[in-house]
Structure formats: C-alpha cells, structure tokens
C-alpha cells in the first residue's frame, strides 16, 4: 500500500480490503448496496488502519447539508442559560436531534447580517423572544434555510408557541375572581410577545400601571416591581415572566408587604426557580414540548414540509401567591 503522507483515506481502507473505492463508500452509509460479508471486511480493515470514517466536510460539500441546525439566543450566553425558559426550549431541540446526525451551533442575537448570510447551518430555531429575530428571518430567507420560532409569538411564518393573549387572559379572570381591580404590571421588553400580553392585561384592567423591565431576571422583578410599589398601591400584580414575578414578590416583602395577604403577584412561564420557595401563581407552557416541535418542524422543512403554525395549550396553575383583594379604605 503506498502512503502519500500519515493520514489514512478511504482509499487506504479500499485497498486493504481489496474493493472499489466506491464500495468501501457504501460500507460506511446506511441502506447501501453491500453485502453484510463485504461491509465487514471493509470495516474490519478500516479498524486495523485506525480510520474513523469519511470526512464530514466532504459529505457536506456532496450532500449540500451542513447536518447542523442553529438555535439562536441573547448574545450574553451567560444570561441565556440563566434563562429557564431558553433552557427548556434547548433541552426540547437536543431531544428532538437525538436520533439523527444533527448538531446544534447557538446563534448570538447579536450577529451581523453578513455573517448571517454564511452561517454554516440547514435551519434554525428561533428560541425566545429576540429583538432581531427579523433580521435572522430575512437573511436565512434568501438562502432558503427555514426558520421556527420556539416560544416567541405564534404568527403564520414558521412558529411553535402560545397564544399570549389568551394564556394571559386566564391570569386576569382569576385576579378578577378574587376581587382585584387595582392591578399593576411589571412588562417584559419590547416584543409581539410582551405586547399580546401587556394588551390581554390592559382589556381586562384598562387602568393598570405598567413598567418595563430591562430582562427577565429576579433582579429586574425586584426593581421594576419596587418602582411600581413606590408609586402606586395595587393589590395585585401581573410580571410577564416567573423571574420578574419572584422579584416582584421580594420587592414586596421588603416593604413590608405579606404576599397574598396585602398583595397578589401572578407570574407567566410554570418554570422552576431555584431558591425560590413560593408555589407561584402562573400560566405553565409546555417549554420543553415547544423547542421539541420546532427542531422536528425545521427538520421537516429540509424535506419540503411547509413551516409550521402551532399553538400549544397552557395551564393555570394557582399557587399560594394569589388570595382575595384586601380591603382597603
């Protein structure tokens, strides 16, 4: 056998197993035209020469799949995995990729247009509620590489989700259930998502006073709910997310405030908060079913499937963070 350099090739391998190149090809595919007994052989001899298999860069260039779909997130990958909802979507999309040959490659929001247009990937899925997620559709639509949003606001250009207005309406009814009509809202930054909210709380509490956080983070709940304390005196407040609503809780015992004695706080997401002991009033979404169905649906796409429009159910869940509006003179 006559070696060019070190590094062992699939013809290498072919001659030691005394076949075609092409049929020490197959061996390597799945549902190829070989033998069992030829497969073995070659395989046999691949172990014996220390070879691992065709370049991945070279079935790429053959195939015209990069067998990667991107997931993008904030561009501070420390406060994306701070994140739980960005986590679950990212636990849904590994579970879904599990049985194929897909990799995940994160996405800073961040990420200039031009690197977009190169971006090494066959799809992507949209987690969360990004600012630039029109930029991202735009430049991978010129590619024709799909895009699923996963968690963002359901619209009919590829999108695995909830309805936020009626989820957030289910929040409003039982605060109105419980006598409140002096309601406070600690909102989320700009987005469909907070807007669907924010218009849901505002139909059902036309007064309400909101203020806007910077992100959803316990920390953001604390000042944002603190201001909306300060200011103002209502018994019950709606946070856009469980972060901001754990906040917005601390903020309130701070004060002096007994949650749900002299106020009520409601939350939006059903996601576990570490060190957080409260059984949160809050609209649970399905996180993890939802960045599940938006890698299948992008894989879908590859093979001509049209991009989805899928809402998924939500739940109430009523903790201990809600109880009757107090009586105030």
């Known amino acids: 056998m006559t070696r060019g350099s070190n590094r062992i090739t699939l013809v290498h391998v072919a001659e030691a197993a005394g076949v075609s190149l092409s049929t020490a090809s197959h061996a390597f595919g799945v549902d190829k035209p070989i033998s069992d007994a030829t497969r073995a052989r070659v395989l046999a001899a691949a172990a014996d020469l220390g070879y691992e298999g065709p370049d991945p860069r070279a079935r790429s260039l053959r195939s015209g799949r990069t067998d990667i779909i991107g997931v993008q997130v904030d561009d501070e990958a420390g406060r994306a995995f701070r994140d739980p909802v960005i986590i679950g979507i990212l636990d849904g999309v590994s579970a879904a990729l599990s049985a194929s040959p897909t990799s995940v490659l994160l996405l800073p929001d961040s990420l200039p247009e031009e690197r977009l247009r190169t971006l090494p990937v066959d799809g992507v899925v949209a987690a969360g509620c990004s600012p630039a997620l029109g930029s991202l559709r735009a430049a991978m639509a010129k590619r024709s590489i799909p895009v699923v949003t996963a968690g963002n606001q359901v619209d009919d250009i590829g999108s695995v989700g909830v309805e936020n207005r009626s989820a957030t309406a289910l929040l409003t009814g039982h605060l109105r259930a419980l006598g409140h009509r002096s309601v406070g809202v600690v909102r989320l930054r700009h987005g469909d998502v907070e807007q669907a909210r924010t218009a849901a709380a505002l139909a059902a509490f036309p007064d309400a006073v909101v203020v806007i956080s910077a992100d959803s983070t316990i920390d953001e709940g604390f000042r944002a709910g603190g201001e909306l304390l300060d200011a103002n005196a209502p018994t019950a407040v709606i946070a856009q997310s469980d972060l901001l609503a754990a906040g917005v809780i601390r903020a309130a015992e701070a004060r002096g405030l007994r949650v749900p004695e002299d106020l009520s ?59 009757p509006a107090p009586q105030r003179s």
């Not at 079913?289 to 998924?312: D, F, H, K, S, Y």
């Open 265 to 323: 706080v409601v939350g939006f997401d059903g996601v576990r908060i570490d060190g957080f002991d409260r059984v949160l009033t809050t609209i649970r979404q399905p996180i993890v079913e939802m960045g599940r169905r938006a890698a299948q649906a992008v894989l879908a796409a590859q093979e001509g499937a049209p991009l989805p429009t899928l809402a998924l159910d939500v739940e109430l869940v009523v903790g201990d963070t809600t109880g």
